[in-house]
């Protein structure tokens, strides 16, 4: 528990700054480093970046090279991209190196979904490299996810097992309340949807999990998304949003076992949602009803998540893990 | 995931034979015998005793020595008592013998709590012989201790934890009737209570346990305990109360930190308490506030945590372990 971990965070937009500062107030972090692709910010000195002065001296690396020459991480928090194999050439370097990381990518909640193969080749790198990868956050990779397992773990019998999320993005970060297509006339986000340039990332991925936990074989996996229309004019910290334009996205994921649905998620972030929560039913032996008055927030939730499983990835072996294959999560 | 894991139960009480034809039930299980000190059970078949016809052949064995020379199990299912000392012997000859061992016996949750030096002996036997050891169930083992510190798992900082639970105890087993009072005059069950002879086992660890979690150091920890007096004549399925007359518990537990209370514990298991639930509070960054509609329903919900263990235990290295060093709970 006293040893220090050194640590550096890849990628520095506002998820990774939060992420970077949180670590460097845990008494058993020591931050090496950051890298960055930004001109702007390579060079720069990571106590002028985050104004916290115990972080003067470290510097920001163009590449994970520059950074490793300089001075050697054992975990590096990611905050770069959502997509899987955009993040591979980066994991990939990580991993050859040594280096575990824990990422906020969304898809590398269950990477095996959509890139078995190439999950299977970063699985065998951190395997022969002593790395451990993970991907978390807190959605994906704790409400809509981890935490139904979790609850299963006092259950006889489990048939099925449904999470609703309602979100009320106008207290979140600028780039989420963009991501849900606020101010977008609704054909617009519908197209972005489709394309899959807008919505929630990771809710398949969640899916997924949960269905590897259950043991249960998916045989069909629907996953649709809408629009949420303002209902009135709407302004908060960042934007404004007249009646009539999108002010947010209803999402939903279903997986059916042998025809018949098990798995349902349900999430709705949109400006002034009202009743934000986090609900989980499952149904089996026993029935369980669990609700989160007011929702885990996802912003300090997320950055949060990623500190407190840096020190935990590390007595998990090496490989391209699942949250289930760490310990209990737990605040470090 | 396809092995077999050969499993024995040792204690065939009402809980043992539900835990015992639960873990029967599981694919990936194996049951080769049971232990047990009631003559009138020695030398019975399984089959019998619980009505499986799959257990058929299975017998009741006095001793461990007695199963081991039969067939070695590789787990054994526990429930026999309640307090750490008491199972110190049964445990301690499981180990040496090599077989991991999950239980219901509360004290276990936290062995450290009480008998610091017994559970570094156990631990250092376990490790000796490659036996892991682990003390489960809904409550001690999840309700009021894993599901809160799995909810830390998202916060940045933590300041307390309250955990209140609400038992409907007339929708539970006969023993649990008993156990909480029921029928006693209220001095009476005061009396017992102090003395260690009637009341909920395993609060204290539960405390201890988050309190590990947080690498809080306790520098005061009070428990109390109380009689709940029935307001009108109450008849269950088991015993009657008559007004006036104890109907269950309130019991409560709290620890302070250098003078801060920091983790408080409630429950109330009485006859006909009305909305029973197990809610819980994180004061902390984000704050949680999460509801168990209903509660966790105990009895189903032990044997659950004790059969889903099972497969998990053998995973973590060898010693005296706490779920903290499991990984995360899940259905199996």
Same mark, same amino acid.
């Given at each position: 528990m006293t040893n220090t971990i050194s640590i550096a965070q890849f990628g520095l937009g506002p998820i990774g700054l939060e992420s970077l500062k949180l670590a460097a107030a845990k008494p058993w972090a020591n931050i090496v480093g950051a890298v960055d692709i930004d001109p702007a910010k390579i060079g720069k000195d990571l106590g002028d970046l985050t104004g916290?002065?115990?972080?003067?001296?470290r510097l920001v690396f163009r590449s994970v090279e520059d950074l490793t020459a300089h001075a050697k991480p054992r975990v590096v928090l990611h905050t770069t991209v959502s997509k899987f194999p955009a993040a591979f050439p980066q994991l990939e370097t990580l991993a050859r190196a040594g280096i575990s990381v824990v990422s906020?990518?969304?898809? *590398? %909640?269950?990477?095996? *979904? %959509?890139?078995l193969d190439l999950a299977a080749k970063l699985d065998t790198i951190c395997r022969d490299h002593g790395a451990r990868i993970i991907g978390t956050g807190v959605n994906p990779g704790f409400v809509m996810d981890v935490l139904p397992v979790c609850l299963?773990?006092?259950?006889?019998?489990?048939r099925s097992i449904k999470v609703q999320r309602v979100v009320?993005?106008?207290?979140?970060r600028a780039p989420l309340q963009k991501k849900i297509g606020s101010g977008l006339p609704p054909e617009e986000f519908r197209r972005l949807f489709k394309e899959g340039r807008a919505g929630h990332a990771g809710l398949k991925e969640s899916l997924a999990l949960i269905a590897h936990c259950m043991n249960w074989k998916i045989t069909d996996l629907v996953e649709t998304g809408d629009a949420v229309i303002a209902d009135h004019d709407i302004r908060t910290q960042f934007l404004e949003v007249k009646k009539g334009q999108t002010c947010g996205l209803h999402q939903y994921a279903e997986a059916k076992v042998n025809g018949k649905v098990c798995l349902t998620l349900d999430i709705k972030m949109y400006l002034?949602?009202?009743?934000?929560h986090d609900a989980i039913q499952i149904e089996g032996e026993p029935s369980l009803n669990v609700v989160v008055n007011g929702g885990v927030a996802g912003d300090h939730a997320t950055v949060a998540a990623l500190a407190n499983t840096a020190r935990r990835i590390l007595n998990a072996p090496p490989?391209?893990?699942?949250?289930?294959?760490?310990?209990l999560p737990c605040w470090s």
């Open positions: 916290d002065k115990n972080l003067k001296g906020s990518c969304e898809e *590398l %909640l269950f990477p095996q *979904l %959509l890139n299963t773990g006092v259950s006889r019998d489990v009320n993005a106008a207290t979140r002034d949602a009202p009743n934000p490989g391209l893990l699942l949250m289930s294959d760490l310990s």
